[in-house]
């Protein structure tokens, strides 16, 4: 379950041209920015998955991918 959420993820960032933060959003309602970390939930809120986007050149990086509860902690 959550290796085919994490390729869904992977496929929509790929195909959008996010420009800021609220064109994020759109795709992805349940993403937080905390800090200059945006945090998504994947796979049902199973899985977070914490990125760094910079989007003026169109790059996320990912910083972790953690169970809800090691996110938790």
Known sequence: MARSSLDR????????????FSDLRKTFPHADQVGPKTVFNVGGNKVRTIT????????????????HAEYDK
Do not use: G, M, P, S
């Open 9 to 20: 993820w992977v496929r929509l960032v790929e195909e959008n041209d996010f420009k800021t």
């Open 52 to 67: 760094v986007i910079q989007y003026d050149v169109k790059l996320v990086i990912v910083e972790a991918v953690l169970t």
